[in-house]
């Protein structure tokens, strides 16, 4: 069956240290990827989107990601976390629908 | 502005007591759909729609209904709300079922 699973339900970091959320699938070819942020009481923003091409994806915010076929993964990296980048992350894949990881919630420290 | 809007945001009703989530998009997409999110569960789609009059159940569609009269609005109805629908529930549009999803700002439901 279709799925993304996002392992890591909460990660904190400390502002200006690196960032790393992971990403699996499981599909039979590779899906159109996405990367969502839900700040707190908002809907969802789009940080970026792999279809096909380069492997890796700039996205907005600063952030990037790798799409790497042989681990089946889209993990999503920011070089320096900021405060404001404390909200919950959300991967989503599919074909002819999104489906959704579970999701990461990001707490930033001073 | 491209958007997609929903109201109410907040909403507390009753067991039973029909009520109407209202979404509508600005961009002309043509692929809207609906999730709820709950805690640990991340977004899981209820209903989608590929065109007007076009409409199919997504991975939770119990409990729900949906229109798609006219391409801008896309109608999320509980006929009869029971307390597991308590959620928070999302409107999407795209331009196409895996292209990018644009958000309204969502409605949290309470049924009591």
């Known amino acids: 069956a279709q799925s993304v699973t996002q392992p890591d339900i909460h990660i904190t970091v400390s502002e200006g240290a690196s960032l790393e959320l992971r990403c699996n699938y499981s599909?039979?070819?590779?899906?159109?990827l996405f990367w969502y942020v839900q700040s707190p009481g908002q809907g969802l923003q789009l940080l970026l989107k792999?279809?096909?091409?380069?492997?890796l994806v700039q996205g907005i915010k600063g952030f990037e990601a790798e799409f790497k076929r042989s681990q089946s993964s889209f993990n999503l990296r920011k070089p320096s976390v900021h405060w404001s980048d404390a909200a919950e992350y959300f991967c989503?894949?599919?074909?002819?629908?999104?489906?959704f990881g579970a999701g990461t919630r990001l707490a930033v420290h001073p | 502005e491209a958007q997609v809007t929903q109201n109410p945001r907040y909403l507390i009703t009753v067991t039973g007591k029909k009520l109407t989530v209202t979404c509508s998009q600005n961009?002309?997409?043509?692929?809207m759909s609906w999730y709820r999110q709950d805690p640990g569960l991340g977004l899981r789609q209820i209903y989608y729609?590929?065109?007007?009059?076009?409409?199919d159940k997504g991975d939770v569609p119990e409990g729900y209904k949906v229109s798609r009269k006219e391409k801008r609005n896309f109608p999320l109805i509980l006929e009869s709300p029971s307390p597991n629908q308590t959620s928070l529930y999302f409107c999407?549009?795209?331009?196409?079922?895996?292209?990018?999803?644009?958000f309204g700002q969502g409605t949290r439901l309470t049924v009591v």
């Open positions: 961009m002309n997409h043509e692929y």
């Open positions: 989503a894949g599919g074909y002819n629908k999104l489906i």
């Open positions: 599909y039979g070819a590779t899906p159109y």
């Open positions: 999407a549009s795209s331009r196409t079922e895996n292209t990018e999803a644009f």
């Open positions: 792999y279809f096909s091409g380069d492997t």
């Open positions: 729609s590929m065109n007007v009059e076009v409409t």
